[in-house]
């Protein structure tokens, strides 16, 4: 050991400086884990050998071959691994049972005798994979569960027969309440598809928006004048204009639902005359007159801690997790107007929310203002949100040449479209979260911040880096607070390189209005516990163990105990686990606290399972993950989403 840690990278920039005394190299670090903790099992040449050629059959071949072609000295990868392997669940399991088995309804089966299917439970069991464990989280909390035979847990709640056993007590006292709301109805699923959602604000503000093009507008830049007539840009301003064009709908005259609207009336057409609606009840003012700006829900987040909407990593059980150690506000997932517009239940999956989730908003990404303001609309009448996002700060090249994300900075007239027309049609707050700019040395969000509070918007979250810079260096707190100051009096979060309390009091010392966690959170969830105690959290890896079982356990929860269930959260952790590695506990580093942009070195934890959740090898995150959810199936490959989750 003390060899090794004469060869340790002590003191070298860009290197998290780890005590000395647990320092070691690649080498014998893997040696250690292969030997499962036994040091009397370490070393010997032919046991190295032996265990290289074990590596490289397990390893996936893309990394495989990163690895055989990188210098001695490798340089951090960088990007996304975009070519992945992507297991679907009928690589891991080749006969399903048909859900209306499953539901106990197999007569109801809609298929019929062309159901794919299997309905024989007997069969079934004959060839289902043996279960992962004698507990079952669902039937423990609810007192059912709804997976029956096909949980991977079933030895907990199954009787003879195959019959699935209910805890009649337990079940009644969920019975009725609604843990997860936002979730994508069929009726409205099948309204989205055919196209017969109602969408009457947006339609009528996107007619202003074609009328001021054709009224003199070049190229869509004539639009500033038109638009702030359609809606009331602050608490003074009277609301005029509306309804003087024969091309727009006169407000509804009999006070008509518009929630209920939305859920019957077919979509309305540009011919369609105002008279042709039928309405019935009586007129109230929220059927003739836009809230105003004053009057519309306020976001009351100044000096909270934001968790930010986290692509992949930002699943609801890891926002439960973050919520348990005291994140304020929370945020979906990134996700595509379009795809949500066309009802597609894979992205409306990522606007759920936990009842936990006190204040909730939810993540817009798109590039044209028709998609986003019909998108803001339909969200309005359909889920319960407190806040929703337009994603202005995404740099990945999928979303940047269609003209969304970080594009946007670039194209500030649709930007401005975008921001006047959601915001007249949302009743709760509307906020934007931006990046300094696109390009390394040009910085322009201050440019762009006084407008976006001119549109309307009630915040702005600020990512340190331009969409070149990626995490290449570190975020420049000194131009947040110069835009800081300019946003006032509209608030201004801060993002960017937090991993401790004192970071957190840093950013805050900038004059923001509160700051925004984003790698932070995944690298340590407990971050915000650190931050509201004013302490540094020397956590023991029994403890760490125990928080990757919550998130199992909630995983189960949200995905399901199927087998398709399990692999999906199995999936999601190990996801998470190549942010977690990165992580030195407290009492090993020589001083406080942890750079987020520093790299871990090879160390010896304090013990065998500290030691594997430092390991940068997916082998060793998917040995973690079969502690808690069993074996991997049969062929199961894993590659880190992110190239810099990659490296040994």
Not at 126 to 155: H, I, M, N
Not at 191 to 211: I, V
Request: charged share 25%.
């Amino acid at each position: 050991m003390a060899a090794a840690a004469a060869a340790g990278p002590v003191g070298l920039a860009g290197v998290a400086p780890v005590r000395a005394r647990f320092l070691t190299s690649k080498e014998q670090f893997h040696t250690f884990l292969r030997a499962g903790g036994e040091p009397g099992r370490a070393g010997g040449e032919s046991e190295e050998k032996e265990e290289e050629i074990d590596r490289d059959q397990s390893e996936p071949p893309a990394k495989r071959e990163l690895e055989e072609k990188e210098p001695v000295e490798r340089k951090r990868a960088r990007g996304q691994n975009k070519s992945r392997p992507c297991m679907k669940p009928n690589h891991y399991e080749q006969i399903r049972l048909c859900p209306s088995v499953t539901q106990g309804c197999a007569e109801k089966c809609y298929f019929g005798p062309r159901c794919r299917f299997l309905h024989d439970v007997g069969a079934y069991m004959a060839v289902k994979p043996a279960d992962l464990g004698r507990r079952c989280v669902l039937f423990e909390t609810f007192g059912k569960c709804s997976y029956g035979v096909t949980c991977r847990f079933a030895q907990a709640h199954l009787g003879a027969g195959y019959q699935n056993i209910i805890n009649t007590d337990l079940a009644k006292q969920w019975e009725g309440k609604s843990l997860v709301r936002n979730n994508l109805s069929k009726d409205l699923q099948h309204q989205l598809r055919k196209r017969k959602f109602s969408f009457k604000k947006a339609d009528e503000y996107l007619r202003g928006l074609a009328k001021s093009h054709s009224s003199g507008g070049k190229g869509g830049k004539g639009t500033g004048c038109s638009t702030e007539e359609q809606e009331v840009s602050n608490c003074t301003t009277p609301q005029e204009g509306l309804g003087d064009s024969p091309e727009r709908p006169v407000p509804p005259e009999q006070g008509e639902d518009p929630k209920l609207d939305a859920l019957q009336s077919p979509i309305s057409t540009g011919g369609e005359e105002a008279s042709s609606i039928r309405t019935t009840g009586p007129v109230t003012d929220e059927d003739v007159i836009k809230l105003r700006s004053c009057e519309k829900k306020k976001l009351e987040i100044q000096g909270k801690l934001y968790l930010a909407p986290l692509t992949t990593c930002g699943n609801l059980p890891f926002r439960r997790i973050c919520k348990s150690f005291g994140a304020d506000v929370t945020c979906g997932e990134m996700a595509v107007c379009t795809n949500l517009l066309q009802g597609q239940s894979s992205e409306w999956a990522l606007l759920k929310r936990h009842h936990t989730e006190d204040i909730f908003g939810v993540q817009l990404e798109g590039a044209f203002p028709d998609t986003m303001t019909k998108c803001a609309e339909l969200l309005n009448q359909t889920i319960e949100v407190d806040f929703v996002d337009i994603n202005v700060g995404c740099p990945i090249d999928l979303v940047y040449k269609k003209g969304g994300g970080c594009a946007l900075m670039t194209r500030s007239n649709k930007f401005e479209q975008i921001v006047r027309g959601m915001n007249s049609v949302l009743d709760v707050p509307l906020t934007v979260k931006i990046r300094t700019g696109v390009q390394e040395k040009i910085n322009v969000a201050h440019k762009i911040i006084p407008k976006i509070r001119e549109w309307g918007a009630a915040m702005v979250t600020l990512h340190g880096r331009s969409r070149e810079q990626r995490y290449t260096r570190s975020a420049d707190w000194d131009y947040i607070a110069e835009c800081a100051k300019i946003a006032s009096p509209m608030p201004l979060f801060g993002n960017g390189d937090i991993l401790s309390y004192e970071d957190a009091n840093q950013a805050m010392q900038m004059g923001v209005s509160g700051i925004m966690i984003a790698r932070g959170a995944l690298i340590k969830p407990w971050l915000f516990t650190e931050i509201k105690e004013q302490r540094h959290w020397d956590i023991s890896s029994s403890e760490r163990f125990d928080i990757l079982q919550d998130f199992t356990n909630y995983g189960l929860e949200h995905w399901g105990s199927d087998t398709q269930g399990v692999e999906k959260t199995r999936k999601f952790l190990l996801e998470w686990l190549s942010f977690l590695c990165r992580y030195i506990p407290v009492g090993l580093l020589e001083h406080l606290p942890q750079k987020i942009n520093e790299r871990p070195p090879y160390y010896m934890g304090r013990d065998y399972l500290e030691t594997l959740m430092a390991s940068q090898n997916v082998d060793d995150w998917i040995k973690i993950s079969e502690l808690l959810l069993g074996p991997v199936p049969t062929n199961f490959t894993f590659l880190p989403k992110h190239k810099a989750n990659s490296y040994r």
